[in-house]
């Protein structure tokens, strides 16, 4: 091929970008993703913003929708404070798990790196939020924006209604629980935003129809058992999804009120399987738009400075620091990602004896089924334990320090060798356990017969004691409640080990 | 099939009702933070909006969270020189030894620090502050009118009339009316029609007026109220022996402060300054907080001056007249009295507002100064002691308190 054929088979030069070009990179990188490596994505809907509007869409933590609070003002303030103090840039993109799946590319961008994200955004995150297990059974893409229109709206019509102190108190306290409102275990049906207005006018109308004062002050006669030990406990399995909780039983909760607490737990159930993939997503993203523009480079549709642009900023993201060194941040999820992938695709294609022993199942295999196999039934913690391999844990010269209450120095429990390889990659996939990152704090008991109080109790893992918030948090939870709760903390064994109880201030 | 959408000429602002509800919910602590800019900045700063910080934990929002304590084990990436079985010593802190929780945005400053603009500044700053008599009298009863130009119009008094611009009209319309009749004229010329045909299109022509009553037009003019947005504010300080560089420094706040708040309030606002030993001077600024001078100290000269630049400059119905007034109060002998006597006769009913701030060297031993002024009965006057830089702006705040009857 003559130069001038190479040069009519680039897609463009030069660092400007247009609409045009976005079209044309767009399609050159859809052909490769869904022809070439078969990525099943959702259609995609390209949005292009300023670099304000990337700023409002970071503190709505990527949604371009949200209820108002101040929180969120708060996270603006700090962000954009951050970025005008220049300590910190601004990510190149933001995706929303939505069908069509809806991603933001900032005007500044030089053209590679609007290509950079279009096929790390609108081909990378799309395809793992359509395949990813978690996200397919969690959240719901084609209601998503939906709702949020629904619980922006229905948000400002009760600061109207209410007041904005009374709501924001109830938000307040509903975030305060927001950790602890994921249900791990059952599936949310999906709803579309006019079904879920219907069902809110239902609940409020049912509540009603049922009021009735008279019936309220009639005595029970089922008094029997009351107070005694053994009587049916209530909930009679403890319940780990406090905000759900809440929203069933808080006895004096007002309808209105319920139902922004279910916002806000639809809203962190929504988030749910983000915070459970960060690696694997963030992975799967980097190691595609590193493999089709690859691609789009093998076939000369782009030229070498287009490439070491994006080489050069591909190589920021995925820089992982020594834990002694300036900067570090904790592993990278980018970098541990996308060392992962490849390194699943080195296996396959090139296996050493060491890969063989490790992944029989895998070596030699054919990479791309390995991969989408990984990429759509696993996640952060399970996707680690299976596939992290002993040559990645040299690579990042892993190492495991054990912290323990009883002896003064901490101590290195493993490290990246013959010994260590299997501690070491078992600890780390700990990490990514949420039941590590959060305390277990379930509902043990609705005292409905008695003084209509709240037991929580903290299962506590390995002596790992409650962060003193827990205190504020108990208070947020107490007004939601409007009677007692108490939290009590029980070692491994079951036993009590510490109490405490708050009351309402009213 | 992707669609590419353009957004950036969406709102930009989406956040500002956040903003809103995050300075509204924190407005306590950023007024104490801004009491805190004042207490500290030099004056030539202080008009600068500005950075506050409110307490990170104040604005932290709780979750249950693991606590330091307990057994755990962390992988991190980076080892050089450890071996298993190394012993470590714990970094003090608690923290996880590099651990997996690194905030790693370097945030770990005790306060959330963040600009707010002048506007908000000075909003939070003089929230509900308002001048006594701050009726806008010159506003509502207008005692002096402008006029103003504002364009032509169709209609008006002959007086008005423009005949430049009338006559262009005119010009106009003759020749928008006359030249196509002009060009049939031509034509019939050219064609050598009858002269009865070219007669009756010479009359046609003639017969356009030259002025039309479409044509006038007259000088629009509008009158507007003139408001008295102008505001003298005069400051008298005691610079004698006894005004030590701390007080200076406390009327040097003060004054600030007034000024500042003048400066949203009105237009133009000019200061004059009045420092006093035994007798008094006008002064620029830099001499008067900084020009050390001895003497005794007689009040009355100051109040004297300012009555008499007040009349030849500064005239009552034209300015609005603040007077503020500084001084640690040691008079002596019937000075205080016939100060009192001389403000209440003579200033008060000229001035919008009079405000003394002592500084006094006894915390609770009222001055003779203070002592006459107390007797003071005037809803325009004011008097209060102040002994540290941050009691400055709370006695601002009750000075300019707001008034329900205003």
């Given at each position: 091929m003559s130069i001038a054929a190479l040069d009519r088979s680039l897609i463009s030069t030069g660092a400007e970008w247009t609409f045009e070009l976005l079209e044309r990179y767009d399609r050159a990188i859809r052909d490769i993703a869904a022809n070439e490596f078969e990525l099943d994505t959702y259609p995609n809907q390209i949005e292009i913003i300023a670099s304000e509007q990337m700023l409002d869409a970071y503190a709505s933590a990527g949604l371009p929708i949200g209820y108002p609070h101040w929180s969120y003002g708060k996270e603006f303030i700090r962000n954009e404070q951050a970025y005008r103090k220049g300590a910190r840039g601004l990510a190149y993109e933001i995706v929303i798990n939505s069908n069509p799946c809806i991603s933001y590319l900032m005007e500044e961008n030089s053209m590679a790196m609007q290509a950079l994200v279009i096929a790390h955004a609108c081909y990378g995150h799309n395809s793992f939020f359509k395949g990813n297990y978690l996200f397919r059974q969690w959240t719901n893409a084609d209601a998503i924006i939906d709702y949020m229109v629904f619980a922006r709206k229905y948000v400002l019509e009760c600061e109207e209604r209410y007041g904005h102190e009374r709501v924001e108190e109830t938000l307040d306290?509903?975030?305060?629980?927001?950790?602890?409102?994921?249900?791990?275990?059952?599936?949310?049906?999906?709803?579309?935003?006019?079904?879920?207005?219907?069902?809110?006018?239902?609940r409020e109308e049912y509540a009603w129809s049922r009021y009735d004062e008279i019936w309220r002050t009639v005595p029970s006669r089922g008094d029997a058992g009351r107070g005694k030990r053994g009587a049916a406990r209530f909930p009679s399995e403890?319940?780990?999804?406090?905000?759900?909780?809440?929203?069933?039983?808080?006895?004096?909760?007002e309808p209105w009120q319920r139902e922004l607490v279910r916002i806000v737990r639809k809203t962190a159930q929504y988030f749910y399987p983000q915070g459970q993939t960060k690696v694997m997503n963030e992975g799967w993203a980097t190691f595609w738009h590193y493999t089709l523009l690859n691609r789009l480079f093998d076939k000369g549709q782009v030229d070498s400075g287009f490439m070491l642009e994006v080489l050069s900023s591909h190589t920021n993201v995925i820089t992982q620091r020594g834990f002694d060194q300036r900067g570090y941040g904790g592993i990278n999820p980018y970098a541990l990602g996308f060392a992962m992938m490849s390194d699943i695709k080195r296996i396959c294609e090139a296996p050493t004896d060491e890969d063989r022993e490790w992944f029989p199942d895998i070596a030699g295999g054919d990479w791309h089924k390995v991969l989408d196999f990984a990429m759509r039934n696993y996640k952060d913690e399970s996707f680690i334990g299976q596939f992290l391999s002993p040559k990645l844990m040299r690579d990042f010269h892993l190492f495991a320090v054990a912290d323990h209450e009883s002896e003064d120095e901490m101590r290195v429990d493993a490290i990246h060798d013959e010994q260590g390889y299997r501690r070491l990659r078992r600890l780390l996939a700990k990490q990514y356990n949420r039941d590590?990152?959060?305390?277990?704090?379930?509902?043990?008991?609705?005292?409905?017969?008695?003084?209509?109080?709240?037991?929580?109790?903290?299962?506590?893992?390995?002596?790992?004691?409650?962060?003193?918030?827990?205190?504020?948090?108990?208070?947020?939870?107490?007004?939601?409640?409007?009677?007692s709760v108490r939290l009590e903390t029980t070692d491994t064994n079951g036993q009590v080990k510490s109490f405490s109880e708050m009351k309402p201030s009213r | 099939m992707s669609i590419i959408i353009d957004r950036r000429?969406?709102?930009?602002?989406?956040?500002?009702?956040?903003?809103?509800?995050?300075?509204?919910?924190?407005?306590?602590?950023?007024?104490?933070?801004?009491?805190?800019?004042?207490?500290?900045?030099?004056?030539?700063?202080?008009?600068?909006?500005?950075?506050?910080?409110?307490?990170?934990?104040d604005i932290s929002e709780p979750s249950f969270r693991h606590g330091s304590g307990g057994d755990r084990e962390i992988v991190s990436p980076g080892n050089r020189k450890f071996t298993t079985g190394d012993r470590i010593p714990r970094p003090t802190g608690g923290g996880?030894?590099?651990?997996?929780?690194?905030?790693?945005?370097?945030?770990?400053?005790?306060n959330f620090t963040f600009a707010l603009s002048r506007e908000e500044f000075m909003n939070l700053f003089f929230d509900d502050l308002e001048l006594p008599h701050l009726v806008r009298n010159f506003i509502g009863e207008v005692k002096d009118f402008k006029w103003h130009r504002a364009g032509y119009t169709p209609t008006g008094v002959p007086a008005n009339l423009s005949v430049g611009r009338s006559m262009r009209n005119a010009m106009a319309r003759r020749i928008a009316l006359g030249a196509p009749l002009k060009r049939q004229l031509a034509e019939l010329q050219a064609a050598q029609a009858a002269e009865e045909e070219i007669e009756a299109m010479r009359q046609r022509i003639e017969r356009i007026p030259f002025l039309d009553d479409i044509d006038l037009r007259y000088r629009h003019r509008v009158k507007e109220p003139l408001p008295i947005s102008r505001a003298v504010m005069f400051c008298l300080m005691d610079v004698s022996a006894s005004m030590t560089e701390d007080k200076k420094d406390l009327a040097k706040r003060f004054f600030t402060l007034l000024y500042l708040f003048l400066s949203r309030k009105y237009e133009k606002v000019e200061i004059v300054f009045i420092r006093h030993t035994d007798d008094a001077q006008e002064v620029d600024e830099d001499t008067f907080f900084h020009d050390t001078r001895s003497g005794g100290t007689v009040v009355l000269s100051a109040l004297k001056l300012m009555q008499e630049i007040m009349a030849a400059r500064y005239p009552g119905d034209a300015w609005n007249v603040y007077g503020a007034q500084v001084s640690d109060g040691d008079a002596f002998g019937a000075d205080p009295e016939k100060s009192r006597a001389c403000l209440v006769d003579q200033l008060l009913p000229q001035v919008r507002y009079f405000a003394y701030i002592e500084v006094p060297d006894h915390e609770h031993r009222a001055s003779p100064l203070a002592h006459a002024y107390q007797r003071i009965d005037s809803d325009r006057f004011a008097m209060k002691s102040v002994t540290a830089r941050n009691e400055v702006y709370p006695v601002l705040r009750e000075l300019f308190k707001r008034e329900a009857t205003a």
């Open positions: 306290s509903c975030h305060a629980l927001m950790s602890h409102g994921v249900d791990r275990y059952r599936h949310p049906a999906p709803l579309s935003v006019a079904e879920e207005r219907d069902r809110q006018r239902e403890p319940q780990e999804n406090l905000l759900y909780f809440v929203e069933k039983y808080a006895p004096k909760l590590q990152q959060m305390p277990d704090i379930q509902v043990v008991n609705y005292d409905r017969e008695g003084d209509r109080s709240l037991l929580l109790r903290h299962n506590q893992d390995r002596g790992r004691p409650l962060d003193e918030e827990a205190q504020e948090v108990l208070k947020h939870l107490t007004r939601l409640w409007g009677f | 000429l969406n709102d930009r602002n989406k956040n500002a009702v956040n903003r809103q509800r995050f300075l509204r919910r924190y407005k306590e602590q950023i007024r104490k933070s801004v009491g805190d800019i004042v207490s500290e900045r030099s004056i030539t700063d202080m008009e600068q909006g500005g950075n506050v910080s409110v307490p990170v934990k996880g030894g590099g651990g997996g929780s690194g905030e790693g945005d370097g945030e770990g400053d005790d």
